[in-house]
């Protein structure tokens, strides 16, 4: 028997803010399940996936503050390395054909293909293009750097002007650990999370997240807060899932990844895929 593609719907993330803020971290986490504690600097985009669970049984898709359960581990075939077991559905990968109807729903996946931008300034003009056709975005920030907050107000009006109007925007503040309490009371936070919620509020982002890249800690909230909501809005009929610009699709219009990065089910590594007309190079 043939099998099909191991998600129902493939979605664009975007991983925006600026330069040093981690965002790379953030997405090889996601992707890899592992920490680098030396990255270069992004030059135009890189790209990374995984196939997570949406919906139920695996959450409550109408509780929109309910946190999801941990996600299981990257493993290859939702596009990552290191597999291990986990209570979790795995991804589908041979199509049910006229399922009992007193079976209980299918558990959904979906494919996250993560575009991992450049923070710097100077490839701004770039990294904007990117921006079309993404369904979701992580703006993310440094808590040790005040200066990297000031700025997402920048970031998500640059978001907004070019994104489509649904775009389910996530605020996240990374490098958690280095901004906890140590004990000799060295304490680097700069951002409070008081601050950061209230910001989220009075400027229409969905939630504020605290991550580190280091710990893992909170990185697959963050991403699975975007694409539950995203998933919401599939079930509410917001987006043409035949149209590009909506930023998602379904298994059965999404072969060869048209708009979107990686298709047909592969798993997309981690790689550079800077513009080469920008000299290339790497994250």
């Known amino acids: 028997m043939s099998t099909g593609p191991s998600w129902d719907y493939i979605a664009k993330l975007v991983c925006i803010g600026d ?78 054909v006229n399922p009992p109807e007193t079976e209980s729903p299918e558990q959904k996946h979906m494919k996250l293909s993560l575009w991992d931008t450049a923070g710097q300034e100077t490839y701004k003009s770039v990294t904007r293009s990117y921006f079309r056709g993404a369904s979701g975005a992580l703006l993310v920030f440094d808590l040790t750097r005040k200066s990297t907050f000031t700025h997402v107000t920048d970031w998500l009006n640059d978001l907004r002007q070019i994104a489509e109007p649904d775009i389910v925007v996530v605020l996240v503040g990374n490098k958690a650990d280095l901004a906890e309490s140590a004990p000799d009371g060295n304490n680097k936070r700069e951002v409070t999370r008081a601050e950061a919620e209230e910001w989220a509020r009075r400027n229409g982002v969905l939630e504020y997240v605290e991550t580190s890249a280091k710990s893992g800690e909170g990185v697959e909230n963050a991403f699975m807060r975007v694409a539950e909501r995203i998933f919401n809005n599939i079930q509410a009929g917001k987006y043409d899932l035949n149209d590009r610009r909506s930023g998602v699709k379904g298994n059965s219009t999404a072969t060869g990844g048209a708009g979107l990065a990686g298709g047909a089910g592969k798993p997309v590594r981690l790689t550079n895929a800077a513009n080469k007309s920008a000299g290339g190079g790497c994250c």
Do not use: M, Q
């Open 19 to 96: 330069s040093g803020c981690g965002k790379s971290s953030l997405t090889i986490r996601l992707c890899e399940g592992r920490f680098v504690t030396h990255h270069d600097v992004t030059i135009g985009v890189e790209f990374g996936s995984r196939v997570v669970p949406v919906g139920p049984p695996y959450s409550t898709i109408n509780n929109t503050n309910a946190s999801p359960s941990p996600l299981p581990s990257p493993s290859p075939e939702n596009g990552a390395s290191n597999p291990t077991s986990s209570g979790l559905p795995p991804p589908r990968t041979i199509p049910k």
